[in-house]
């Protein structure tokens, strides 16, 4: 009987044991999760801690294993930067295919393992969130151990691991949509990030923008960081753009081998061959030799030379980094994974089509897109010139002239007219020189007014009729020069707002007043230029030669610095009811006389009393295709000195 007794006394102290070990273990781990959070952090970046313990998945990556920085080496500074104590904010605008996600995952792992705090990670909507959470945060965790020992499994009872919340000592992952009110504006957290800002909802439910009820939450924080990432989209409304132009606004810029200086790599500055196949009606492209120029000396280098030369990061506002500010802009040109052909054949591709060309110029080529509506962007335009055998294409049958007067210079363009308003861009030109001088209205004359243009076949056309912008601070020396041409049918112009205003009406006598003295009068034509400009981007939309289709010219005057200019201004809303539509220039766009230019010359051959059908028999008579007629009188006669030839003939008084 006493040793049944000893022997349940014995099993009763084992048990106890075991309980009170388990007991002690469980505490053990608490404690240890317990002071897991508040041990300080190692002594490294982000940079050191993912080049030591980041690991990249299958699923998310085609170069899987622990990460490698120097495949990326202009993420280092992004990513130190987030380590920086002065730096609160950062911003990063990035093209796809150059790891902006990666730059998110790595600070993100760096925080749970080495800085733990609660992080708010913002996406567009909550499926985005959704998904993010399943294809890069789990992968992440899963495959680097050193996440995966502090963020328990998400089939384990209380685990703390859900698909939108990811707990670990010290803090809380939680991902959501910026629409999500709710989540935005409850509890502090010290990490914001946010997502593909430029896709966000304008706000969150009726409690205004999402991003300032996120950043509102890290008011308690004195070691708080927010980080925005987005690729761009549009000019005027893109909100990654306005918070980068807050920060440092540094560039990735790569040295030159031939001059040895920085420059970024822009799209403006790729040359590339292009060749085009057509096959049942279906265009191929085929890229080559493409080179980039250097914008400082000239040179032209290959893409294998330039993605191996030294490239910083430089800043344009360096004075923020005081304020806590530092913001990055990248484009893909410098990314390992996007090939510069495979950029010029998405380029090519895209030509003729607004919205695929967006999506070009917002990850190929990180530049913001102005949105125009339906009217054509530049690089369509460019992508439709085309080669004139002449100086005058056959179907032009007058010309007239736009010029726009400024300070130092004129600035002009002459326009052929066709039938049912098909026009042909002839030249566009700049006159340097004083408008009150006279030596440049002597270059005027030569350039524009008394010249002679002429077909394949030798025969001439003068410019019929001229506008001259009377804007500025030289009205009166204005004046007084188109006066003295009138028998050219210079004019002077006025330009007046407002949608109701006719492109032209009858001209009005105006004073020519000079330094106080009045020197006579001058017939000067008041043009609704809202009008004109309505007209211009209405006549652009036109895909097909024929009726108001507008021709350019594959020439140098007629490049991307002129069709930027020609689409410069667009319709905006005016004021509080946004009834009514005012034209106002696309942020970005600081010169718009191409516009102007072609405004006047579509103005001066409305003005002009010409009937094509007698213009377009005489130059057929002319050139022998067809003779008059027995009896026929041509609507307008033509003043002749002497036989008509072709070399040295030009109409100039339709």
Request: some cysteine; hydrophobic content about 35%.
């Amino acid at each position: 009987m006493r040793v049944k007794t000893v022997t349940n006394n014995r099993a009763e102290r084992r048990q106890a044991e075991i309980t009170a070990n388990r007991a002690a273990r469980r505490l053990m781990k608490a404690i240890s999760r317990g002071l897991a959070g508040m041990q300080p952090p190692e002594n490294l970046t982000v940079t050191e801690w993912a080049e030591c313990k980041r690991y990249l998945s299958t699923e998310a990556s085609a170069e899987p294993g622990l990460w490698r920085t120097s495949r990326t080496p202009y993420l280092r500074a992004i990513m130190d930067a987030f380590t920086d104590p002065k730096v609160r904010h950062i911003v990063f605008v990035a093209a796809s295919q150059v790891g902006k996600t990666e730059v998110i995952n790595n600070m993100i792992g760096y925080i749970i393992d080495q800085n733990p705090g609660s992080i708010l990670f913002v996406h567009p909507t909550t499926i985005d969130a959704r998904e993010f959470s399943k294809l890069r945060i789990a992968p992440m965790i899963r495959d680097s151990p050193a996440l995966r020992r502090r963020i328990s499994a998400p089939k384990s009872r209380d685990s703390g691991n859900t698909l939108l919340q990811k707990s670990y000592p010290g803090g809380i992952l939680t991902l959501c949509g910026s629409n999500e009110a709710h989540a935005l504006a409850s509890k502090p957290i010290r990490y914001v990030f946010g997502d593909e800002r430029d896709r966000w909802a304008v706000s969150a439910g009726t409690e205004g923008d999402p991003w300032e009820l996120a950043m509102a939450r890290q008011t308690t924080f004195y070691n708080a960081k927010a980080v925005e990432v987005s690729t761009c989209t549009i000019r005027g409304s893109s909100a990654i753009a306005k918070s980068f132009a807050k920060g440092t606004m540094e560039r990735w810029k790569s040295q030159c081998p031939h001059c040895g200086e920085y420059h970024e790599i822009q799209w403006k500055d790729i040359r590339y061959d292009a060749e085009e196949t057509v096959v049942s009606n279906e265009r191929t492209y085929t890229v080559s030799n493409i080179m980039w120029i250097c914008p400082g000396c000239g040179c032209v280098s290959e893409e294998t030379t330039m993605k191996k030369q030294p490239a910083r990061w430089e800043a344009e506002n360096p004075a923020a980094y005081a304020n806590g500010e530092r913001s990055f802009w990248l484009n893909a040109f410098v990314s390992p994974w996007a090939s510069w052909e495979s950029i010029c054949l998405k380029y090519q591709n895209a030509l003729g089509d607004t919205a695929k060309m967006q999506v070009v110029y917002n990850t190929c080529f990180g530049q913001l897109w102005e949105d125009r509506g339906d009217i054509q962007d530049p690089d369509t335009l460019l992508g439709r010139r085309e080669i004139y055998e002449a100086e005058l294409p056959e179907g032009v049958l007058v010309l007239t002239a736009g010029v726009d007067t400024q300070d130092d210079r004129f600035e002009y363009e002459i326009l052929g007219h066709g039938h049912f308003g098909e026009t042909w861009a002839i030249e566009k030109g700049i006159i340097m020189g004083r408008p009150d001088d006279p030596a440049t209205w002597s270059s005027l004359d030569m350039m524009v007014f008394d010249r002679v243009l002429r077909f394949k076949d030798g025969l001439g056309l003068k410019v019929s009729m001229s506008f001259v912008d009377e804007g500025g601070h030289f009205t009166g020396e204005v004046r007084r020069f188109c006066q003295q041409r009138i028998q050219k049918k210079v004019f002077c112009i006025k330009g007046f707002y407002g949608p109701d205003r006719p492109l032209t009406s009858p001209p009005k006598k105006q004073k020519i007043i000079i330094k106080n003295r009045y020197l006579g009068t001058v017939w000067q034509y008041q043009l609704g230029v809202d009008s004109g400009k309505q007209m211009v981007m209405d006549n652009l939309k036109v895909q097909a030669p024929g009726p108001k289709y507008c021709h350019f010219p594959l020439r140098d005057d007629y490049g991307a610095m002129y069709f930027n200019g020609l689409l410069s201004e667009h319709l905006v809303p005016e004021g509080k009811t946004r009834q009514r539509w005012v034209w106002q220039k696309i942020q970005g766009h600081k010169r718009n006389e191409p516009l102007d230019c072609r405004v006047y010359a579509l103005a001066a051959f409305k003005a002009l009393p010409v009937e094509l059908d007698a213009v377009d028999r005489r130059l057929k008579q002319a050139r022998g295709k067809r003779p008059p007629s027995e009896g026929q009188v041509p609507a307008q006669q033509t003043r002749r000195r002497g036989p008509i030839k072709p070399k040295d003939t030009g109409y100039d008084d339709w």
